[in-house]
């Protein structure tokens, strides 16, 4: 099992660039637009079935046909891929699909699922696409990545930088949750702390990349964050024994788990692992940063910079995604909406889903499950559908927030 990784390609419909996937690469030379991964899908087929995934670890690198990597399978070669090709790995993925039944009865929803992504190393789903991401750029040469962070992208991009052993230069905004900057420091990552939001650190790395020769990896800066993301769409494939929910929940800040999400059932499709049905995709995000949310009441195909971002919910605040038209083509395409939750609300349900269901979740997490009782009050989901909320993150590491909600 390989790699069938062929070629990127723009994702702005209407630009036509294809590149190989190497030297390391960035945005789009032609429009600045992100790049997307593509696969030799007919060569994937032949070994990604439920049965072939049954006898394979339990980490997201099982799907290794449809992962990137630079030793990458050709027909008819029977090659070893070389030891510095091996994915950098610390077992993230395959994280529980929890039945919620206590909160499911509350909403009158038989089939409501919670995916834990707080269990995946250093607490969150951004292990997954950091995964990815460090593997191509250790495969490909560099000797650091760079990026900015307003949580828990810093801790994972330091822990994978540090276990393939290449440099992590981490830009975050100065309120940053201080466990997300303890653990990216204890990681040995040179973390830099600015007065500004995730768009000034973004910034801040950008200027710089190029003399410190930083490669940028950057939300959707590099093709591969989403390609380790998408992994959460396979997962319910495989889990739902080859089948797919009827609604999911993202909290969505820079979208990349959505965006992911959503090539991943474009593939599945592709390789007739599924049919044409796919999940309604329901982007939650926080009041206090909501452009995806503005954009969809607007019936809009791009968002606008969300100025005065504030909410508890560190994941979510991000003014502006670059890949905000491809978050908003997946929720049009697939009949879903844009769902905004007070930072009070999104609270509340995490309390609600750590009584009823044993899960510690970050306020990220409560703001989906804000999402599905909004649209549960409004009968947006039906009783029996299968939904799936992603719990994007572990509450441990917002001990301010949780402790502001709990009181004294
Ligand atoms: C980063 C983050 C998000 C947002 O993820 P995107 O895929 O960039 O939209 C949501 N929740 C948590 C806990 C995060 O760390």
Not at 25 to 47: F, G, I, K, W
Not at 226 to 238: C, Q, R, S, V
Not at 275 to 299: H, K, N, T, Y
């Amino acid at each position: 099992m390989r790699s069938t990784l062929s070629h990127l390609e723009c994702s702005r419909p209407g630009c036509a660039e294809r590149l190989s996937p190497a030297p390391a690469r960035n945005l789009c030379p032609t429009c600045q637009s992100p790049l997307l991964a593509r696969y030799d899908l007919d060569l994937a087929r032949e070994t990604l079935t439920l049965d072939e995934l049954k006898t394979r670890s339990r980490s997201m690198w099982r799907y290794a046909e449809v992962l990137p990597h630079a030793a990458r399978a050709t027909r008819n070669e029977g090659k070893k891929p070389r030891d510095r090709t091996r994915p950098v790995t610390l077992g993230e993925g395959m994280t529980p699909l929890i039945h919620a039944h206590r909160l499911g009865e509350r909403l009158g929803l038989e089939r409501l699922f919670i995916k834990d992504e707080g269990l995946n190393p250093t607490g969150s789903f951004k292990a997954r696409g950091l995964s990815a991401a460090v593997t191509m750029a250790k495969a490909l040469g560099a000797p650091a990545i760079a990026l900015p962070t307003a949580g828990n992208a810093g801790g994972a991009a330091a822990a994978y930088a540090a276990t393939a052993g290449i440099g992590c230069v981490i830009a975050m905004p100065s309120d940053t949750p201080v466990a997300n900057v303890i653990e990216s420091r204890a990681f040995g990552a040179d973390v830099r702390m600015l007065d500004g939001l995730i768009s000034d650190c973004g910034r801040y790395i950008a200027e710089r990349a190029a003399d410190e020769g930083w490669f940028e990896v950057s939300t959707l800066k590099e093709p591969y964050r989403i390609e380790g993301k998408k992994t959460m769409g396979y997962e319910l494939w495989e889990e739902l024994g080859g089948a797919l929910p009827d609604v999911i929940v993202y909290p969505t800040g820079g979208g990349v788990g959505l965006i992911g999400m959503w090539k991943a059932f474009e593939e599945l499709g592709a390789m007739g692992l599924v049919g044409a049905a796919r999940p309604r995709m329901i982007s939650a995000q926080a009041q206090g940063c909501a452009p995806i949310v503005r954009a969809f009441e607007q019936g809009a195909a791009e968002s606008e910079f969300f100025a005065d971002a504030e909410t508890v919910a560190s994941g979510l605040r991000v003014p502006k995604a670059l890949g905000d038209f491809l978050i908003l083509d997946g929720i049009y395409a697939s009949g879903g909406e844009a769902v905004a939750a007070s930072d009070a609300e999104l609270m509340a349900a995490c309390r609600d889903m750590a009584h009823l269901e044993g899960i510690f979740a970050a306020p990220e997490g409560g703001a989906g499950l804000v999402a599905i009782q909004k649209l549960a009050a409004r009968g947006r989901v039906g009783a029996d559908e299968t939904v799936v909320l992603f719990n994007t993150g572990s509450g441990y590491k917002y001990a301010d927030a949780w402790q502001a909600a709990l009181g004294k």
